[in-house]
């Protein structure tokens, strides 16, 4: 009859299995303490749109009114972050599985809780963008030019600071718990998804513009993406030299290959490499667009699968039965 190892015997490891001395880290029977995220690709889609939403935020702010080409962008860019706004919390809901879930969240405002300020951020980020759209319709005149009143000129940096708050809130969910991965970058998760998101929101800025046949608004865009792409790779890399300890279901094995082939090197290197391209040489319409086109949809790739990373690496990390007796200082 098999026995049952005592408590002590559990936590400092001195019992054996089949002749072996176990590991001299403590366990919980060699159980996981933690319990790993049910979360699939909707959430990764929340948070990989939340990103692209506060960028573009941030976009729209940037523009700049005198230009012709600028005022375009400017339009084209809150209509898209209303769009994605809308769409974001259906893809929540599917996650969630009832819509009720969603409006109970909306109860009451915990302070405390990055999940009650993101989804309220998320609420006052969709009024604000729909503002913006409001006049945006009626200065075109599509709407009545009243309407405008709706919207003052102070929505567009509210709608810049809620869009920051947005892109970095994602990373702050993720790094506000006891999974040891996640609690290890408090510093570097919600930085990283800021600079994603701002280089995914450029790189899909620069991908309507072409489709468009608006293109002067494109090396600035460039210019944009290729700083939030670096900061992304120095962050990444600063994260894995700090704590190698933790990072290791992020950056080893099958997953962390896939994160340095789809996200530093094709989401980041490649589209930098392009747009580099891009600023030197002046290439013939069709051939620009078709760099433009492949320069966004790897940076946009890039950046999905980096939160998929994140949430794979959380779930590999809460089922290791020794990662919660580590836990960050």
């Known amino acids: 009859m098999?026995?049952?190892?005592?408590?002590?015997?559990?936590?400092i490891g001195a019992a054996s299995r089949n002749g072996e001395q176990r590991?001299?880290?403590?366990?919980?029977?060699?159980?996981?303490?933690l319990k790993w995220p049910d979360w699939d690709w909707n959430v990764v889609t929340y948070l990989f749109l939340g990103g692209i939403m506060g960028g573009?935020?941030?976009?729209?702010?940037?523009?700049r009114p005198e230009l012709e080409s600028e005022r375009k962008l400017?339009?084209?860019?809150?209509?898209?972050s209303f769009v994605l706004a809308a769409a974001n919390p259906a893809v929540l809901v599917t996650h969630l599985g009832r819509p009720e879930r969603f409006l109970n969240m909306l109860r009451i405002m915990k302070f405390k809780s990055p999940m009650s300020l993101g989804t309220w951020g998320l609420v006052f980020y969709s009024g604000a963008a729909g503002a913006n759209v409001i006049r945006e319709l009626a200065v075109g005149g599509t709407l009545p030019r009243w309407m405008r009143f709706f919207a003052p000129g102070l929505m567009t940096p509210v709608q810049a600071l809620l869009g920051a708050f947005t892109a970095g809130y994602t990373g702050v969910l993720l790094s506000s718990t006891a999974n040891p991965f996640w609690g290890s970058g408090k510093r570097h998760i919600p930085a990283m998804s800021v600079c994603s998101g701002l280089a995914s929101a450029c790189a899909l800025s620069s991908l309507l513009c072409t489709l468009e046949g608006n293109t002067e608004p494109l090396q600035r865009l460039e210019r944009l993406e290729m700083v939030a792409g670096a900061?992304?790779?120095f962050i990444l890399t600063d994260f894995e030299r700090r704590h190698p300890d933790y990072t290791k279901p992020f950056f080893k094995g099958k997953r962390g290959e896939k994160l340095r082939t789809y996200t530093m090197a094709a989401g980041t290197l490649g589209p930098i490499a392009l747009n580099v391209l891009g600023s030197m040489f002046n290439l013939p319409k069709p051939v620009d667009a078709l760099r433009?086109?492949?320069?966004?949809?790897?940076t946009l790739a890039g950046g999905y699968v980096l939160r998929e990373s994140l949430i794979a690496a959380g779930k590999a990390s809460?089922?290791?039965?020794?990662?919660?007796?580590?836990q960050p200082k």
């Open 2 to 11: 098999r026995s049952i190892p005592s408590p002590d015997d559990a936590f």
């Open 23 to 33: 590991a001299t880290i403590p366990t919980y029977y060699d159980h996981p303490m």
């Open 56 to 63: 573009l935020g941030l976009i729209q702010m940037l523009a």
């Open 74 to 80: 400017k339009r084209t860019v809150r209509v898209t």
């Open 231 to 233: 900061a992304e790779l």
């Open 292 to 298: 433009v086109t492949a320069a966004s949809i790897l």
């Open 318 to 326: 809460a089922r290791d039965p020794q990662a919660a007796f580590r």
